[in-house]
């Protein structure tokens, strides 16, 4: 089994408080250490959003010790895919790296129930997100 990961991945939202945060979370928790996961905004609020915190605490994700991180073009670089979260944030473009816009209400300001589909929506194109990873491995 190799120990390099196969594949890093960055989810850039404007605060990286909610969305970002919570794909990061998912990809995290379910493809472990074989994904290295990377989030950050262009305006990085002061805390990760208290209701998407919730939503995800509901089904066994912890993401409060996570703080909203500022958007790199180190981190564009080192990462394969960059996945922008419907908020038109402008990322540095690199050639050899995968963009997507994933196009996601914005949880801000919004409680725990109005997250939960926001949530759930990113845990099914996260799912799909690693389909796309391993079979990228295999091929």
């Known amino acids: 089994m190799p120990t390099e990961t196969a594949a890093s991945v960055l989810f850039v939202c404007v605060h990286n408080a909610g969305r970002s945060q919570m794909a990061a979370g998912f990809l995290s928790h379910l493809a472990g250490d074989r994904i290295e996961v990377r989030s ?19 089904i066994g994700i912890d993401i409060s010790d996570q703080t909203p991180k500022v958007l790199t073009t180190e981190a564009v670089e080192a990462s394969d895919y960059v996945i922008t979260m419907g908020c038109g944030d402008a990322c540095p473009i690199f050639p050899g790296k995968k963009y997507l816009d994933w196009a996601l209400e914005d949880p801000a300001g919004k409680g725990v129930e109005a997250v939960r ?15 796309e990873i391993d079979d990228r491995q295999e091929a």
Do not use: H
């Open 40 to 58: 950050a905004g262009s305006l990085p609020a002061e805390q990760v959003n208290p209701a998407a915190v919730e939503a995800m605490k509901e």
């Open 117 to 131: 589909p926001i949530r759930d929506e990113i845990k099914s194109r996260v799912e799909a997100l690693i389909a």
